[in-house]
């Protein structure tokens, strides 16, 4: 037991270990959700294309020290006025059993479209933000995160 | 089995950034998102918890100021030189000991060391201090002189199974190279600042620990004998690593990966 | 049912009418995924995670989260507000085993 805690903390040390074994997986679910990336995403567009944009600002650690807390900060260039605002803010994953994280439905009372908060990503995977506009078009951006740590670690 | 670990163990201190050929050191870019998520710290909500029970226990930082036979305005350099001799317990202590003493002055039956409760308490009395630098004394007196040598002692010699100490793996020596793909950090290096950036939210946890928690956390995986919280080898060991972090700036909530 | 520790934070902390700040909403919530086995009991632990949360200033809805079990364990959702008049910005969430809180602050715009 106590030998194993040691491994767990240092024994599995870079030179030793070919690879890390995430210790738990998503996919293994009983009662969890299970949302492909790609239902994700037709879901939020109904179908329609989202266009790679300069505008959409995501921002993520390239390499995460621990995967059950990843920072993920997307902002929008809008000027957030009620004839062109940011309608949502979605956020999706590749790899994690169910790809959604969270949409986040703006107004113009926000001022600024910005999101922030922490994901857990079960493994090395991509990170992406679809954004809504007002005028009905989508806009996207995606990233990938090399996770170092599984999920649960 | 114990020779084969040694190896393993040294050859993984002496293994530097890599990891099956991949360079796994984190950018400076993420390095400043990770700081930038200090702005918004869980833990920031178990420090404000914290400022509720003492209002609740007693009546807010006046009580606690006049326990310390201090003024208000002083009460931040007073707790920023913590663990500190005090006469009335006739030992040195730490933050969350003198709490206990604040308690049963007041009638209330003091918090355990290591509950939550305490956690919530004594982080937020630390965060008093925050913006201060640790002003730790060790010349202040024979008993402070004398814990230090203990804290000292104690982190150098080598314990447990495995024959290591604090310094194994903590030593200038050592330092920056990687276990696991964490750097091992240098615990007296202004930059990390330990004894002045725990109480610290710790991710891999979701949970606030303190100083004496993450070194038991060390001590339990490395194999040396767990020493328990609020005993005299404990208060030294905190003793000593805040005196290595003396004149650092107190940053309470800290958050740890 | 378990009242919740949670914090709203809006920076800078001095703002005026007009002012575009950053507000910070985190809570302690498990955010169990409902896939994860307990260590002692090795039971899956069921599923519990905040699923909604509403920003209203001063009764208007300025933001809602649709929020899914992959955020992390005592999740921050940051987003930002127009300061516009001195009130309440109030924080109501919920999870997916029906479980509803509300957490407020004051605006108070200077000058």
């Not at chain 2, 030593?171 to 109480?199: C, E, F, H, N």
């Not at chain 2, 928690?213 to 005993?231: E, W, Y």
């Amino acid at each position: 037991m106590k030998r194993r805690d040691f491994f767990k903390h240092l024994g599995s040390a870079a030179v030793v270990a070919a690879t890390v074994t995430p210790t738990m997986s998503f996919a293994a679910a009983k009662q969890a959700n299970t949302i492909s990336y790609k239902n994700a995403l037709d879901a939020i567009t109904g179908g329609k294309s989202a266009k790679t944009s300069k505008s959409v600002h995501l921002k993520v650690p390239e390499i995460a020290e621990n995967g059950a807390v990843v920072p993920v900060t997307i902002t929008v260039d809008s000027p957030m006025t009620d004839a062109d605002y940011v309608k949502a803010i979605h956020i999706l994953v590749s790899k994690n059993g169910n790809a959604r994280c969270l949409d986040a439905h703006l107004t113009p009372a926000n001022g600024k479209a910005m999101l922030a908060t922490r994901v857990k990503l079960n493994g090395t995977q991509d990170v992406s933000a679809v954004i809504a506009l007002s005028n009905g078009e989508f806009l996207i951006a995606t990233q990938g995160v090399k996770v170092t740590i599984g999920g649960c670690g | 089995m114990k020779p084969g670990i040694k190896i393993v163990l040294s050859l993984a201190l002496l293994s530097s950034l890599s990891f099956g050929g991949e360079s796994f050191a984190m950018s400076d870019a993420d390095r400043a998102m990770y700081t930038e998520m200090l702005e918004n710290n869980p833990a920031d909500i178990l420090v404000e918890s914290g400022n509720e029970l003492l209002e609740e226990l007693v009546g807010g930082d006046a009580a606690l100021a006049a326990f310390y036979k201090v003024t208000e305005d002083d009460l931040a350099k007073y707790i920023a030189g913590f663990p500190r001799y005090i006469e009335d317990f006739k030992q040195v202590v730490t933050i969350s000991q003198s709490l206990q003493g604040l308690m049963h002055k007041h009638g209330h039956k003091p918090f355990k060391l290591k509950s939550a409760k305490m956690f919530e308490l004594s982080s937020y009395v630390k965060s008093i201090a925050n913006g201060e630098n640790i002003n730790i004394d060790i010349n202040a007196n024979k008993h402070i002189k004398k814990s230090y040598a203990m804290g000292e002692n104690n982190y150098m010699t080598p314990r447990g199974g495995r024959g290591l100490a604090c310094n194994s793996c903590h030593s200038d020596a050592v330092i920056g190279t990687v276990l696991r793909t964490q750097p091992l950090p240098d615990l007296s290096s202004k930059g990390v600042a330990v004894a002045a950036t725990w109480p610290a939210y710790r991710m891999t946890k979701s949970s606030l620990r303190t100083l004496p928690r993450r070194f038991q956390g060390c001590m339990k995986n490395a194999l040396l004998k767990v020493i328990p919280l609020g005993s005299e080898e404990m208060v030294a060991l905190e003793v000593y690593l805040t005196h290595q972090a003396k004149g650092s700036e107190i940053a309470i909530p800290g958050l740890k990966r | 049912m378990a009242k919740r520790k949670s914090l709203i934070k809006i920076k800078p902390k001095k703002y005026k009418d007009g002012d575009i700040v950053k507000v910070s909403f985190m809570v302690m919530h498990p955010m169990e995924t409902g896939t994860r086995k307990d260590k002692k009991t090795k039971q899956v632990l069921p599923a519990k995670y905040i699923n909604n949360v509403k920003f209203a200033y001063n009764g208007k809805v300025i933001t809602t989260l649709n929020v899914w079990e992959t955020l992390s364990t005592n999740p921050v959702f940051t987003t930002y507000m127009k300061i516009n008049g001195k009130g309440n910005l109030t924080v109501n969430y919920t999870d997916n085993t029906g479980e509803a809180n509300e957490k407020s602050k004051k605006i108070k715009p200077k000058g």
